[in-house]
């Protein structure tokens, strides 16, 4: 295998800083997929996070023989539940030879939404020292909720491609500046806010995946590397409040990913997040 591994997988690699779930997306999704599970089992550590392609554990990865491995694929025309519990139960085995257990699911599109539930849970919660790469064309059947838990990476895309991971870094300052200013406002205000995505349905989408990036890692402090980088820190919050307005958000991520009436549901989740922050916010008691 002589292609290079994409700078942006690369780079963490190199830093020892790799996410615990990527979606590459893209016709070349599967080739980087190998050179990443090689970067990051690679018994050469290359300084630049690259593979050497020549160490034993790269050539079992090559071949799909390392024992750390794991390659999910559809069983027919869908990636089946049954697929994903399986999966969960093998990720509780321990390492066996190499520094990380890999699992790359290809076509992670082709499930449906009991399936893409399953494949959630497994991420809300992911084993130590596992990381996940899902593999898709086009992003436009993933459920939002498991794009949001996912670092999104070009990787010779076909088709639309979602929320790059750029984007995203770069609507945290928007999403910590509400988070942080919901609370004082009057209704009329957080009516205001919802109408002002009322035309753009895929930035509504792009802002609630950044509010949630901020929640999840708000929730998993002292580890929160996201919530940090955001010029706007959130101010402190229950972790029952945190949970809370999380769901509202993944809630209304799957509304709108139903094709539900954007205005509406940006209505009832701006004014329930508004109740929640509100009653949570030490400035309004």
């Given at each position: ?8 997988l ?89 520094r ?7 076509n ?8 893409a ?24 059947k ?7 838990r ?24 928007q ?75 993944e ?34 008691r």
């Amino acid at each position: 295998m002589s292609a290079r591994l994409l700078e942006a997988l690369a780079r963490p690699v190199a830093k020892e800083q790799a996410a615990h779930a990527y979606l590459l997306c893209g016709e070349n999704g599967f080739e980087q997929a190998l050179l990443l599970a090689m970067a990051l089992n690679c018994l050469s550590s290359a300084a630049d996070g690259q593979p050497c392609g020549e160490c034993p554990s790269c050539h079992k990865i090559a071949r799909l023989n390392h024992a750390d491995l794991t390659v999910v694929e559809p069983e027919g025309n869908y990636l089946r539940v049954e697929q994903l519990r399986k999966l969960q139960s093998k990720l509780h085995w321990q390492k066996f030879e190499g520094r990380c257990k890999t699992v790359i699911i290809k076509n992670s599109e082709a499930m449906k939404e009991e399936a893409a539930n399953s494949l959630l849970k497994i991420l809300e919660d992911p084993p130590a020292d596992t990381v996940f790469i899902l593999l898709a064309q086009t992003t436009d059947k993933i459920l939002p909720t498991v794009l949001s838990r996912c670092q999104a990476v070009n990787a010779g895309a076909s088709g639309s491609f979602a929320l790059s991971e750029e984007r995203l870094r770069e609507l945290l300052p928007q999403a910590a500046e509400l988070l942080n200013s919901l609370p004082q406002m009057r209704i009329y205000q957080v009516l205001g806010r919802a109408a002002s995505w009322e035309k753009d349905r895929e930035g509504a989408l792009h802002l609630l995946a950044a509010i949630l990036r901020i929640l999840h890692a708000s929730l998993s402090a002292p580890f929160a590397g996201e919530a940090r980088e955001a010029p706007a820190r959130l101010p402190a919050i229950q972790p029952k409040t945190l949970l809370t307005t999380a769901l509202l958000a993944e809630e209304c991520l799957r509304e709108i990913h139903k094709n539900a009436n954007l205005r509406l549901s940006l209505d009832v989740f701006f004014l329930r997040l508004w109740s929640a922050l509100k009653r949570a916010s030490p400035a309004t008691r």
